[in-house]
């Protein structure tokens, strides 16, 4: 949302960007390396372009 990265990704992956928005959430507060891979991905994201 901030980056655009979940809606990259949801393209990349047929998803729908909410559940992608979901599992980054869950992926924090449960595991906390949420915020590393959103970072990692949208840095995958604007070398992909």
């Given amino acids: 949302m901030i980056l655009g990265v979940s809606d990259w990704l949801a393209t990349k ?3 729908k960007a909410s559940h992608i928005r ?3 959430v869950v992926s924090v507060l449960l595991f906390g390396f949420g915020i590393g891979l959103y970072i990692i991905l949208w840095i995958v ?3 992909s372009k």
């Fill in 13 to 15: 992956l047929g998803w």
């Fill in 45 to 47: 994201k604007l070398l």
């Fill in 22 to 24: 979901i599992a980054f």
